[in-house]
Structure formats: C-alpha cells, structure tokens
C-alpha cells in the first residue's frame, strides 16, 4: 500500500501533462467573477465601456494568461523563490518608510520607473509562500513545539508592524489573519492558540486604547454612530447602506442604480463596487457573488486537500484564506458590519495591482493542482 | 517512510484544521448572508426611501439682490441678466480638452483658463466652478448649443450687480464681491457658486438687508449637487432682498464730481434740519464694476499706487488739520466763557511773541485792531491766538467736542476716524511732555495736533448754523426720528447772541467786501446769502530762515507739501438749510480753490432743493418762503 504511493510521487512532469491537469473548473469561476466586475463597471460608467469596464476585462484576459503561464513553472522554483520573495518584500517595506510616496495620508506605495508598487500587496503572497515553505516537511510534533514559533511569529510580526507604520491597519490585520491561518493549519498547538487569543485580546483593547491613529478612531467613532455625521465621514456607509437596502429583492435593473448613478456612492467602482452591484441586482444578485466566492474558496480548500506536500496545502490555503479574508472584510465594510478600511473586492473591484495580486496568488493555486503529487525536498524547519 | 507518514500525519491533522477553518468562514459569509438579507428583504422599504430623498433634492435659488437708490430713486447699484457657464468638475476627465473645445465656441483668456484650473483644484466637495460670466447672448447662445459636447457644463441664468452711476458713488454704495474665506458660514446661500456679498460701502453695510432670502427648486440630484431633471412639484420662490434708499442726490454728487475734476478732494453735505447727507464725495473715485466683476492686478495696482488715493473714502476717513475754519468754534468758545465780549478789538502787528518764539498772520502786514466780526471775515490769526491762550488748551478742546471734532461719523459704512482734539491729558500720555502754551496759540488756528475728518467740518459746520446738535445720517429709513424736518435736534443751549456774533462772522466771510472769500461773489441766487469760511491747512513746516528769507508759494512745492484748500459754508445764512465741507488736498490756498467749487455745489443744492419742494411738499419749502 504504502510502496505504491511512493511509487505515485513524481520527479518530473512533461508540459503535456500538465496542461492536461489544470483546473478548468477554477478557470471558469474566476472569469465569472471577473465578468461580473465587467458588468458593474460598464454600468456604473453609465453604460459605457470606457473608462473602467473594458480595461478590467483586458486586465484580467492578461493576468488569466499569465497564471497559466506561472501555473505550469515547476513547482520547485515557487519553493526556492520563496524566502528570497519574503526577503525581497520586506526590504520593499522598509523602502517604503524611508522613500514611499504618500498618497491619500498614508505611505503604501513605492515609485519604481514608471511601476508605483505597493510593497505590502506582495508581502501577502511572499509570506504565505515562506511560511508554507517553512512549515514543510516540519514534523507535526516539532511544528508546534514554542521553540519552532519563534521564527513564524518573527515573519508575521515585522510586516504587520511596517505596514501598521504607513499606517494601513486593514491591510496589517489581513497579511496578520492569513499568516495565523497558516500557522493553525500547521498544527499550533491549542494551548498557544488559547494563549495567543488571550494576549491578542488584550493588545487589541491596548491598541484600541492606545495605538491608533486619530483618523482611524474617528472611523471607528463614525462605525459605531454613523447617524451622528450623515454628512461627514458617516456619509459612506450610510450612503453605502441606502444603495444595497434600496437595492431591495431584485433591485433596480441593471443601469439603474440611482444612488450610484448620481454619485452618492464613495469609491463606487473600487472598495464599494459590491454597493453598485446589490443596487442594480439586489439580494439575488449579492448573494450569487457570496456564493461564486464560496465555489472558488471551496474549490482551493479542494485543491489544498488533495496536494501531497505540505508546501502545497499550506500555499493553497494561505492564498484562499487571503482571498476569503478580502471578500468578508470588504462586504462587511460596505454593510456597516465593520468600520471603513482600504480593502477592495477581488476579481470584481477595478485596480491593477490588487487584480495582479489575486491572479499570482491563483496561479499558485493553480500549480499546486498541476504539481500535487509532486515529489519535493523536505524542508528541517528552517531556511533551508 | 518517516517523511511519508509525518506528511500523512501532517496531512489529517491540515484537513481536521482546515475543516475548523472552512467552518467558521462558512460561517462569516452565512453572517454576511444575513445580514444582507435584513437590509435588502427586511428593510429595503426604508432605504428606498432613503434613496428618494438623496435623489430628489431641493435645489437653491439664489434671491435677487435689493438696489440701492439715491434719495430720488434713481438706481445706484441694480442687477442684469447674468448669462454664465458653471462646471461641475466631477463629470470632466479631461479639464485641459474641455477647456479647448470651450475655447472654440466663446472666447477664453489664457487668464481665465489659468483661474478655471486654479479653482477647480481648490474647490471643496460638491461644488461648482464657475467657467464664464456675463458673456453676451450670442456666446451663451452658442455654448448652449454645443452643450452636448460640453459634458459637465452647465448654463445658467443668474444676476450680477452693476453700479450704473460709476465712479461718484463709489464709495458709499461700495461694490459686491465673492464671499471670502473668513466670512463663510453654514449658510448654504454662501456656498452657491458666484454668490456675491457686499464687500465695502452701504453693499457690505447693509448686506444683511439687501440680500434676501434664498428659495428652494425641487429637483432630481447627483450626489455632486447636478441637476438632473427638474420637478413640477411645488417650491418655494426665493425673497428679493430690500431695495435701500440714501439720502444721497445721484444729480448733486455728480455735479460735484464733475465740478472737483482732477483734484483730490473730499466734500460733504448735510441737510440741517433733518440730518440727511445729499452729498458726500471722495473724488477720484473708483468704477465699482470693476470689483463687482473681478478687477485685474494691474487695474488694482494702479489704483493703490494712485496718489490720490482713489479707494479711500477721504470724507469719512481722511484726516486734515482743520485750519481757519475751526475759527468758529474758538469764537463761540470765547463768548461762551467770557474771555472777550465781541466787541474788544485786538490788535494784529502781522506777529505775536510768546517767550522768545514769534507767531504769525497768515497777512505780514497785520489787520490793524479787529473785533470778532472782523477777525472771523479777514480769518486774523493774531485775534485767535490771543482769544486760545485766554480760553486755556482744555476748554478749546471741550468746545471742539461739543462740535463733533473728535467723533466718528462713519454713517455705518465703517472706515471712519475720530480725528484728534488734543488737550493736556492727552499731550502727556501720548508724548511725556507737558502742554505749551504755543501749543495752546497754534490749536487757536486749527493748526498742531488738532486734525478733523470732512464729514467732521460738516457736521460742525451744521451745529454752528442751527445751534441744535445735528447728527449725519445716510440712509432716509434709519433717518427717521433723528432729525426730521422740523429740526429735532438736541437744542445745544447756546446764547442767541453768541450764535448771532459767528454767524455774522462767517457771513461776513462770505458777503462783506473785506471778507476772505468775498471774491467769489456769493450764491447768486438773489436774497439768499451764504455764510462760510476758509481754511488753508498746512502741511510742511516753515523754517525761520524760510520766514526771514521769502516763504515758498505753493505752486513752487512738489505736489504733496502744498497746503490743503478747505472751505465749510452753510445757506441761507439767515435760516441755514445746508451745510457744507470740502477739502482740497494739496490745493494750496482755502479760499480761492476749496472755495469756489464749495460755493457752487451748494448753489446746487439749494437749487435741487427749491425744484423739490416747490413741487412736492409746499408750505415748507424754501422756494414758497421766497415766493411770499
């Protein structure tokens, strides 16, 4: 029994065989997601294909190409680039705090040429890849072991504190939730995990108390009494809620959103797309999107449960988790469950940078489902 | 085998956790699921009313200005037809394109463009630009037509001010501007693209009064306040703001403008008995259409390096010593607290010594002994000197404020000064020094530190002709009760004769052979006879060597060292109706050049009067008094 899977892990595997194995049923899903960014663009152009919606779909034509592209590269190489794109991407972090252009307050993004980077929109993927390449091969018993914490805890903690600098604490708490994710799929052991919930808690109320910026206060102020500033920062959600209530079963017909079309809504076409579309398409059509990301989520959870490595559960997982965590924060933003944070709806919400991110982060999805049975050297639980 | 069976171990172990996982984000998107449900089932009713009240909007509608109007109701300040082009820069991707193919159909500065980029970079949320103004109908008429092309644009129909009188009533109707900065509150009214506040004269005054009160139109909305359609539905009509009526004469203040042509100057009326200003005139003045439609800088320049200071208003704010024509005050003073009965003469050598230092008459040859009615006639100083050093620097300076020096008549328009009375007090504290009695003789002259406003001489003036305490005022519905026409004035409780022996003093000034200004040959208008005086304010200070040697003429001095012409009068002498002041900056000698356009300017004034009255109001009327 046990001879014969040996016998099933591969050492090599020819192009053709690899293109035999992609997961066409991802594939569809995501161009179903974009498409439905196409179509909420288009219409909140006032049916134009200019300025957003054609671009999006060209966009995603090319990212969808090149996640194939990067789908069929051997596995070996996602494995061997994984701590130098950990290292690459924390120095682009620290770039950013010594050079970073400021953009809307907050330092995030990095001028390199003509390319404006945004460092943090990297470290997600380089440190889900570090830390499933960490974590792989590293016995159960020794991955929860506290000694072995140390490194883990090391790379989740100085991006989060870097980006928290800029300041972007949505997007620290999302590269946060995915590296701890991580760690729990690796087998973190409950104790800690009780632990870890414990002092959280408190550096959270500490934070809260302490630690946050004033324009991050006043979010959370105009989250919990958004009706005191109707005109002021209150302003988004409750126009935000407006459109998805008014929206109603079947909402207003496509190109008929008159809180989008009469630019009520902020950020319409990129963190409160999800708005535009519950307007013009209603509860149906929401809760279709909810259940597309569950399909695509469900789908990578498939591909991470069938992967015979731990790199590739690890990987998947960690990309569907910040893919999940994406989608959950941006919805709860745009109906007033959380306060206002910088956090787009992937595949749907315009933005090349976030589109380039997802797409990567699929590509290593998708090449883990080509290369799952993929014989690959262990790791000792430290960087090699 | 071990690595095998660790990755199996590691493999349930992923599949329990990622099960938990799974679990628990099922979970989330169930949470989201419910509560998306909630807002879009449970309560989609009260968002979509919501949604209707953010879509439908009311809109503002700006309320038309009051005029302003002289007392005859002529318009001073009225409103025309605006054609403009707004912009809503929400809709415009492209500025620099828009502002080409614009370009092309109405005419558009590089300025202009350069002001439109400026504003829209600056503008706060949910605000309009505004892209053109007073174009011509052909212009407007052409945008309007291109409008399709024009996305963003929007063509509107507004007011904009324009002050038809021009220059002459510059500074009291005063001129609208955009709402600045400082002076924006949460009116909604102040934020409407090209609204206009009074920003000087009455126009900022009596803003409050003149602006109305802003309508509502009930339209379809975008978020950017764009209109998108408008509705039947019924709203409310915008109230025009008050017309106001001045006291001024449009045909007086004209004629006075005209008639100080070039000079710098500042002249003043007062209607006696009601208190009423018919004229006030700081000349040059200014086009306040510039200002109302935006000046250019180099406009604005030359009108700050002008100097004769064209913005200032010189009659509520200019300061002069008031030289001879303070006289008056000094005689009344004298009889007041018997320091001379009238009819003492005192002899004028051309000098008086006080100490070692020497005083002059302005004639070096000296009038011979004068009494008071000579000495006011001929403006002796040497009799002047003598009557302040008895009277003492204190009770000059009380009877100067009981006059009205040293008070601000600024009628509300602001910008008014108080002038300076100096007495002891006031010496010390301001310099440390005690008062000299040389300072006490040159005051008796209206020299030193007395300085006095034109509006100040007028309003003497009309206290010295009537006896009563009349007070200036600008606008006729805030006159009303403070003099009326039967002089209801405070009586100033002065002695019949002592007004009587100054009053026949300034008449003397004007009507006696001798007197200073008698070359200008009175009212020419048959009995009625004038009253005035003279002053020859100086500027510069004259050395004893100068004085020994040959004083300079004034037309030998550069322009800002000559001394100021004034000249106050009052008519008829024998039952004053108006009074009267002019200064002449720099003009050089009171007599012969504030004098004459101060003779004239009253003339027309009594003449404007008569017209008036004998039409109008009969019985009271100085034409019907002539007529019996």
């Known amino acids: 029994m046990s001879t014969f899977r040996v016998a099933h892990l591969e050492r090599t595997l020819p192009i053709a065989a690899k293109l035999v194995r992609i997961n066409w049923l991802l594939v569809v ?239 319409k076409q990129t963190d409160f797309v999800f708005t535009a579309l519950g307007e013009e398409f209603g509860f149906i059509g929401t809760l279709s999107v909810l259940v597309l990301y569950v399909l695509i989520l469900f789908t990578g959870m498939m591909v991470a449960h069938r992967a015979r490595h731990s790199f590739g559960r690890l990987a998947v997982a960690g990309v569907c988790v910040t893919f999940a965590l994406y989608v959950l924060v941006n919805i709860s933003m745009v109906i007033g469950l959380i306060p206002v944070v910088g956090v787009p709806l992937p595949l749907i919400s315009y933005g090349g940078s976030v589109m380039l991110a997802v797409m990567i982060g699929f590509a290593l999805v998708m090449n883990i489902h080509i290369h799952k049975d993929m014989d690959l050297p262990s790791g000792q639980g430290w960087l090699l | 085998m071990a690595r095998r069976r660790q990755d199996e171990n590691a493999g349930e172990l992923f599949t329990r956790r990622a099960l938990v996982l799974g679990g628990a984000g099922l979970g989330a998107f169930g949470v989201l699921a419910a509560r998306l449900y909630k807002l879009q089932i449970l309560e989609a009713e009260r968002y979509r009313g919501l949604s209707d009240d953010n879509q439908f909007n009311f809109q503002l509608l700006p309320p038309s200005r009051g005029r302003i109007l002289d007392r005859n109701g002529t318009p001073l300040a009225e409103n025309i037809d605006n054609f403009r082009l707004l912009l809503d820069p929400d809709q415009v991707d492209d500025l620099q394109g828009l502002l080409d193919r614009l370009g092309a159909i109405i005419p558009l500065s590089d300025d202009a463009r350069q002001t439109i980029i400026k504003a829209v970079d600056r503008r706060s949320a949910f605000s309009t630009v505004v892209l053109a103004e007073n174009l011509d109908w052909q212009a407007f008429a052409a945008a309007n037509l291109h409008l399709p092309k024009l996305a963003g644009v929007r063509p509107e129909v507004g007011e904009s001010r324009q002050y038809p009188s021009g220059t002459s009533m510059a500074h009291i109707v005063g001129y609208v501007g955009g709402v600045p900065e400082e002076a924006q509150t949460d009116e909604p009214l102040l934020r409407h693209p090209g609204f206009r506040i009074g920003r000087t004269g009455t126009e900022k005054a009596l803003d409050g009064r003149l602006r109305g009160q802003a309508g509502a139109l009930k339209v379809e909305v975008s978020a950017r306040g764009r209109v998108v359609r408008e509705l039947p539905d019924p709203a409310t009509a915008a109230i025009a703001g008050d017309d106001i009526t001045l006291t001024l004469d449009h045909r007086i203040q004209t004629f006075a403008a005209n008639r100080l042509e070039g000079m710098s100057a500042a002249v003043c009326a007062i209607d006696i008995r009601s208190g009423a200003v018919p004229l006030l005139l700081s000349n040059p003045g200014f086009d306040p259409n510039l200002f109302a439609n935006g000046i250019s800088s180099p406009a604005y320049k030359a009108l700050l390096d002008n100097d004769h200071k064209p913005l200032f208003n010189k009659v509520l704010g200019g300061t002069y010593p008031p030289a001879s024509c303070f006289k008056p005050v000094v005689a009344m003073a004298a009889l007041q607290h018997g320091v001379t009965d009238g009819k003492e003469r005192i002899r004028c050598t051309g000098k008086t010594k006080l100490g070692d230092r020497e005083f002059h008459c302005w004639r070096r040859k000296g009038h011979g002994p004068v009494d008071m009615l000579g000495a006011i006639g001929t403006s002796c100083d040497i009799y002047f000197y003598e009557m302040a050093k008895r009277l003492g620097i204190d009770r000059v300076h009380d009877a100067a404020r009981v006059f009205g020096f040293g008070e601000n008549f600024d009628l509300g328009l602001g910008g008014g000064n108080d002038g300076l009375v100096p007495n002891q007090a006031w010496k010390r504290a301001r310099f440390g020094t005690s008062w000299s009695q040389g300072d006490t003789l040159i005051s008796g002259i209206g020299q030193g530190y007395l300085s006095a406003t034109p509006i100040q001489l007028a309003v003497m003036t009309a206290r010295i002709a009537s006896g009563r305490k009349v007070v200036p005022h600008l606008y006729s519905d805030v006159g009303q009760g403070i003099g009326g026409a039967d002089g209801g004035f405070e009586d100033m409780a002065l002695p019949t004769q002592h007004l009587a022996a100054v009053h026949a003093g300034m008449t003397a000034v004007c009507e006696a052979p001798w007197g200073t200004a008698f070359r200008l040959g009175g009212l020419d208008l048959g009995d009625i006879k004038m009253a005035g005086k003279s002053g020859t304010g100086q500027v510069r200070r004259i050395s004893t060597q100068e004085r020994d040697d040959r004083v300079r003429r004034n037309e030998e001095l550069p322009w800002k060292l000559r001394d100021h012409a004034l000249f106050v009068n009052y008519a008829p002498a024998d039952e004053p109706r108006f009074a009267l002041a002019i200064v002449v900056e720099h003009g050089g000698g009171g007599s012969s050049v504030a004098g004459p356009p101060a003779r004239d300017i009253l003339r027309e004034l009594l003449k404007e009067d008569m017209k008036n009255t004998a039409s109008n109001v009969p019985g009271e009327a100085l034409g019907a008094e002539n007529g019996a």
């Open chain 1, 29 to 267: 899903l995501l161009c179903l997601g974009a498409m439905i960014g196409v179509a909420v663009l288009y219409s909140i152009a006032d049916g134009s294909w200019t300025p957003r919606a054609a671009q999006h779909g060209v966009r995603f034509g090319i990212f969808l190409l090149l996640m194939l592209l990067l789908a069929l590269v051997d596995i070996r190489w996602w494995m061997a680039l994984a701590y130098p794109a950990y290292a690459v991407a924390l120095l682009l972090l620290i770039g950013v705090e010594v050079v970073g252009v400021k953009v809307m307050g907050a330092q995030r993004w990095l001028d390199i040429g003509p390319i404006r980077l945004q460092p943090a929109e990297i470290m997600k993927l380089a440190l889900v890849l570090a830390l499933a390449r960490y974590y792989h091969g590293l016995a159960v018993e020794r991955a929860t072991s506290i000694r072995h914490m140390v490194l883990p805890a090391l790379m989740i903690g100085l991006p989060m504190l870097l980006i928290l600098h800029q300041p972007d604490l949505g997007t620290a708490m999302l590269v946060g939730g995915t590296g701890v994710a991580i760690v729990f799929l690796a087998g973190l052991s409950w104790r800690v995990i009780t632990l870890g919930a414990v002092l959280g808690l408190i550096g959270g109320v500490a934070f809260l108390v302490f630690g946050l910026h004033d324009y991050q206060r006043a979010r959370i102020e105009t989250f919990l009494h958004p009706e005191r500033d109707p005109m002021g920062a209150g302003y988004h959600i409750l126009q935000s809620k407006i459109a998805l209530g008014s929206g109603g079963l079947s909402g207003k017909g496509y190109l008929g959103g008159t809180q989008s079309h009469l630019n009520y809504l902020p950020e």
